[in-house]
């Protein structure tokens, strides 16, 4: 089960990494702004939803060695569902308005979040080696 519970937060940690540095990135140098923006708002849900699985597997798998670990993976597939229902809904409706200091106010909110995210889930992949 602790194979599992290590596995399951190094995906977590890695695909949140990969994604907001990797991905992110590299579709707004590839591609031009008008195919890239439609293009990450078409990726984001499928991202949080990988977030909130792979959070929520992570702390069923760590509940029984590492309660400590298991609600700081729960709490970041509890905190990842507002995210994906309210905020990115509120980034979009920003972005369609034209509204740019909303849109920045907001994108630096999901920014934060997701930083604490990755904060959050490299911490729990360090307690594997305490």
């Known amino acids: 089960m602790t194979t599992l519970a290590l596995l399951s937060s ?5 695909g949140m990494v990969l994604y907001s540095f990797g991905f ?12 890239a923006g439609p293009t990450i708002r078409r990726a984001f849900p499928h991202f949080y939803l990988f977030v909130i699985a792979g959070a929520a597997l992570s702390a069923a798998l760590l509940a029984p060695s590492d309660p400590v ?6 709490a970041i597939a509890l905190s990842t569902l507002p995210t994906r229902q309210l905020l990115m809904p509120a980034i979009n409706a920003a972005t369609d308005a034209g509204n740019k200091r909303r849109f920045g106010v907001l994108h630096g909110a999901s920014v934060g979040i997701t930083l604490i995210h990755i904060i959050a889930a490299a911490y729990v992949l360090h307690r594997f080696i305490g």
Do not use: K, R
């Open 24 to 35: 992110a990135a590299f579709l707004f140098t590839a591609l031009p702004a008008e195919t």
């Open 10 to 14: 190094a995906l977590l940690f890695g």
């Open 69 to 74: 670990s298991a609600m700081i993976m729960a």
